[in-house]
């Protein structure tokens, strides 16, 4: 951690503090937790058959809600979609739009919710999913029929890659955050 990052991390732990001191800790956790690009979110989630909770959790992994995001493999936007994964599923919505078009918040929640509904519909379950769109569908049909990673065909029970085992346990467990926070039935 840079020196830098150790002081705004302090800071951050400070001002968390004085927050839940004075304001309680789920306000905090909302802070920590936003809903920004509600609409987009609500309107492809469902339009795709993803729960909000499941976008939200993916836009806070992937990018922390910065539009203007790039990995350091060139994955951009909220839902950091590769640009020729946007280009492949171009080819199925018709759009001829530039790369560039990741980095506008509905398009790459649109094309974010759009690609995982693709990937619920082949794989079945939100980890799977989550795999297949961290390490590619391919590694995830073998791991489905390989004994070691799943017993039934469709449930990860172990994966074999560490960062995308790391990544689907991240995701889900912020997936649970905001369920808890913003989509509880009893709140």
Same mark, same amino acid.
């Given at each position: 951690?840079?020196?830098?990052?150790? =002081?705004?991390?302090?800071?951050? =732990?400070? =001002?968390?503090?004085?927050?839940?001191?004075?304001?309680?800790?789920?306000?905090?956790?909302k802070v920590?937790?936003?809903?920004?690009?509600?609409?987009?979110?609500?309107i492809?989630?469902?339009?795709?058959n993803?729960?909000?909770?499941f976008?939200?959790?993916?836009?806070?992994?992937?990018?922390?809600?910065?539009?203007?995001?790039?990995?350091?493999?060139?994955a951009?936007?909220?839902?950091?979609?590769?640009p020729?994964?946007?280009?492949?599923?171009?080819?199925? $919505?018709?759009?001829?739009?530039?790369?560039d078009?990741?980095?506008?918040p509905?398009?790459?929640?649109?094309?974010?919710?759009?690609?995982?509904?693709?990937?619920?519909?082949?794989?079945?379950?939100?980890?799977?999913?989550?795999?297949?769109?961290?390490?590619?569908?391919?590694?995830?049909?073998?791991w489905?029929?390989d004994e070691?990673?799943?017993?039934?065909?469709? $449930?990860?029970?172990? =994966?074999?890659?560490?960062?995308?085992?790391?990544?689907?346990?991240?995701?889900?467990?912020?997936?649970?955050?905001y369920?808890?926070?913003?989509y509880?039935?009893?709140?």
């Amino acid at each position: 951690m840079t020196e830098k990052k150790k =002081i705004l991390h302090s800071l951050l =732990i400070f =001002i968390l503090t004085l927050s839940v001191i004075f304001f309680g800790t789920v306000s905090i956790l909302k802070v920590l937790y936003p809903i920004d690009y509600n609409k987009f979110v609500e309107i492809y989630s469902k339009e795709n058959n993803l729960s909000p909770s499941f976008v939200f959790a993916v836009i806070e992994c992937e990018s922390g809600f910065d539009k203007n995001a790039e990995s350091s493999v060139g994955a951009r936007g909220l839902m950091q979609i590769m640009p020729e994964t946007f280009f492949w599923l171009q080819t199925k $919505t018709g759009e001829k739009l530039s790369d560039d078009a990741l980095y506008d918040p509905e398009t790459s929640i649109k094309y974010g919710c759009y690609f995982y509904g693709m990937l619920m519909q082949e794989f079945k379950n939100e980890e799977a999913a989550l795999a297949a769109y961290h390490a590619g569908m391919g590694n995830v049909r073998k791991w489905l029929q390989d004994e070691r990673y799943s017993l039934d065909g469709e $449930t990860l029970y172990d =994966i074999p890659f560490p960062s995308t085992k790391n990544y689907v346990h991240k995701v889900m467990k912020t997936k649970n955050i905001y369920d808890l926070l913003y989509y509880r039935k009893d709140a």
